[in-house]
C-alpha cells in the first residue's frame, strides 16, 4: 500500500470552503480510480491560517499513476481548489506502508 501525503494552507474561512471542496469534488473522484483505497483530511492551526494535510491511500503507484499521471509527484489540484489556498504543496510525498495497527477495513468503514 502507497500513501500520498499533500499539504495546503489557508484562512479559516477558505479552509472550511476547500475541505467542502475536497468531500463533494475529490473524494467522488478518487473512489471512481481503480486501486484507490481511502482518504483522510486532517488540519491544524498555523497561526493566522489552517494547514490542510491530506493522506490518500492506494493498492501500488500504479494505482497512483491512473490518478495523477505520469508526473505521479505532481499534486493535483484544480483551480477551483487552488483559489481558495494561500499556498499548497505543488509536489506530493509517497511512502509504501510499513506497519500500521490500524486495519484497512477499519480506515474504509471510518472515512
Same mark, same amino acid.
Given at each position: 500500500?502507497?500513501?500520498?501525503?499533500?499539504?495546503?494552507?489557508?484562512?479559516?474561512?477558505?479552509?472550511?470552503?476547500?475541505?467542502?471542496?475536497?468531500?463533494?469534488?475529490? *473524494?467522488?473522484?478518487?473512489?471512481?480510480?481503480?486501486?484507490?483505497?481511502?482518504?483522510?483530511?486532517?488540519?491544524?492551526?498555523?497561526?493566522?491560517?489552517?494547514?490542510? *494535510?491530506?493522506?490518500?491511500?492506494?493498492?501500488?503507484?500504479?494505482?497512483?499513476?491512473?490518478?495523477?499521471?505520469?508526473?505521479?509527484?505532481?499534486?493535483?489540484?484544480?483551480?477551483?481548489?487552488?483559489?481558495?489556498?494561500?499556498?499548497?504543496?505543488?509536489?506530493?510525498?509517497?511512502?509504501? *506502508?510499513?506497519?500500521?495497527?490500524?486495519?484497512?477495513?477499519?480506515? *474504509?468503514?471510518?472515512?
Amino acid at each position: 500500500m502507497v500513501i500520498r501525503f499533500w499539504s495546503a494552507r489557508a484562512g479559516e474561512v477558505q479552509s472550511q470552503a476547500y475541505l467542502e471542496h475536497f468531500q463533494k469534488v475529490v *473524494l467522488p473522484k478518487l473512489r471512481g480510480t481503480d486501486g484507490y483505497i481511502g482518504a483522510t483530511a486532517l488540519t491544524r492551526r498555523a497561526g493566522d491560517e489552517v494547514e490542510i *494535510l491530506v493522506a490518500t491511500a492506494w493498492q501500488s503507484l500504479d494505482a497512483v499513476r491512473r490518478f495523477a499521471g505520469q508526473d505521479f509527484e505532481a499534486a493535483v489540484v484544480e483551480e477551483q481548489a487552488a483559489a481558495l489556498l494561500t499556498d499548497f504543496d505543488r509536489q506530493v510525498r509517497h511512502f509504501e *506502508l510499513a506497519a500500521t495497527d490500524v486495519s484497512v477495513s477499519s480506515l *474504509l468503514r471510518w472515512r
